[in-house]
């Protein structure tokens, strides 16, 4: 696997004062702020669960990363205001599809000049780059400002996967998980502690997806999946299929596992009724809600 490095700054400097970064405490914490497929769902019916699309935020001591940027990412946004700023963060994007990008416009801390963002996805199916994808989604008449509007200091990193991305002493390692939809899983890796991040898990998955998925869930200590629920709008409640993410937990004997990226049709009665279930066939298995935090590390 080819790799780049990226070395984090401990401080930055504005007009005022220099305001370190580093954080004393020495946590992997995950925690999920949006967790829908396809598109957001919000109604009586999602409130316990969340009705936001995909966004988890992973903060390994000092640093801040994020994989996906759907609709739960302006709410993430919204915490992050009331830190001391200058900020850095990763944002690492799984596919270019809208429900992982749509909530990038409206991410209140990058139009934020002092803060520093970098960005990270592969070659979406159309072969266009993250930030072009970025960027047109924020084009009129979809958008009312440009990317350009964005004041805060943006570094795009096209990925190829297989790639493995250094940021200090935080691993992330690539590879392509689906073909189809030019999807990339993530495994982060700090000290002795792994967390997989692989949501596009499908039925249908060829001997060398089967293969990359194993190599990022090898071991985790945390595994994050989907059901292998049909890309599609409309469903039965028998199109959800957790098995797949319980086999893969079992087989790569990840500790602990989290399903997400739930259907916009899955209610929160639904998916009480999934918890049960995966609970009897793996007990370490939650199903993911929008606030759910986890220490890796504990």
């Known amino acids: 696997m080819s790799n780049f490095e990226l070395s984090q700054p401990q401080n930055y400097v504005n007009d005022k004062q220099t305001i370190p970064i580093s954080n004393p405490r020495k946590e992997f914490v995950v925690k999920f702020w949006g ?92 072969g266009a780059s993250i930030k072009q994808c970025l960027c047109d989604q924020m084009l009129l008449p979809h958008f009312p400002y440009p990317l350009q509007e964005m004041q805060s200091q943006l570094h795009f990193h096209n990925l190829v996967p297989g790639k493995v991305v250094k940021i200090d002493d935080v691993t992330v390692t690539t590879a392509l998980i689906n073909q189809n939809q030019k999807s990339v899983g993530y495994r982060v890796s700090w000290q002795s502690y792994n967390v997989a991040y692989v949501t596009d898990l499908h039925e249908n998955a060829s001997q060398l997806e089967e293969e990359h998925i194993k190599q990022l869930s090898e071991g985790v200590d945390l595994l994050i999946a989907n059901s292998t629920t049909p890309q599609k709008f409309y469903r039965t409640e028998s199109d959800c299929h957790w098995q797949a993410a319980v086999d893969l937990a079992r087989t790569s004997g990840a500790k602990q596992l989290v399903i997400s990226h739930h259907h916009p049709d899955d209610s929160d009665d639904f998916l009480d009724r999934i918890q049960m279930e995966i609970k009897y066939a793996f007990p370490k298995a939650l199903i993911a809600r929008e606030g759910l935090t986890l220490i890796v590390n504990e």
């Open 35 to 126: 967790i829908r497929g396809l598109i957001a769902s919000s109604s009586t019916n999602t409130n316990r669960y969340g009705g936001n699309t995909a966004c988890v935020e992973m903060q390994v001591a000092d640093k801040k990363l994020v994989f996906d940027g759907g609709t739960g990412l302006r709410i993430l946004g919204k915490s992050w205001l009331e830190l001391q700023r200058p900020l850095q963060a990763h944002l690492f994007f799984t596919n270019s599809q809208s429900n992982r990008i749509q909530g990038f416009p409206f991410f209140g801390p990058a139009f934020i000049p002092e803060n520093c963002f970098h960005i990270y996805g592969t070659a979406a199916s159309n």
